[in-house]
């Protein structure tokens, strides 16, 4: 499933930025995050009247206070049955007016492992532990379109990344991110940002709830 959700009022967005600004912060260089736990009972109600039942959990995701443009990934796991992804874009910081450019690439191809960030051909690296490191050869890709390269409008969009890294890769759906409108998709689709920086925005808050099926539902 993916699909925009009905948009926030503003006292929620309020509420949950308050949230995220009263939580711990795990700082890194590109980001910032906080827990995600504080803010599900202000949206348990609204995901259950969005996904249209309440046979869902969500064990695992984070505020992101982001600095730079994502990379192609999933929101996967090797420890439960992956459902939805939900985002909640809360604010951003920007200088100019090219805001309803800023997109989420969400791609065809789907993956049933840990949590990777996708490099196609990049060179080994030695940060740290497999989870949110890199996979540089996608033959356990699901649906991956071998002699499919990806067209000129998308790479100029995400110039933040190799060309190469879309190798097999076709877009499904471009989600426009914005603030209090949130949307979903299936955690196991790989996905990315364009290059926001490009259009005058310097960083990003946002929420990202990774779901599962209480039922066993795997997508």
Known sequence: MIKYLTPLSTD???ELINIYNSEEKLELAWRKGASF???LSVLKEYIDYEFGHSDWQCNEGTFFEAFQPYRIHT???TTEHNYQTVVIPLDWEHNNTLLDKNVLYIFKQRWHYEATMFRYG?????????????TREYSKVENLEVNNFIDKETSADCN?????HFTGLSVEAKMQWSPGKPFTFPRTALHCSNNWHRLGITSKLGLSLFTSSTKGARL
């Open 75 to 77: 929101d996967t796991s």
């Open 160 to 164: 933040h990344l190799n060309e190469r």
């Open 37 to 39: 736990k504080n803010a």
């Open 122 to 134: 990049s060179k080994p690296t030695k940060e740290g532990p497999r989870h949110n490191t890199d």
């Open 12 to 14: 929620i967005v309020n």
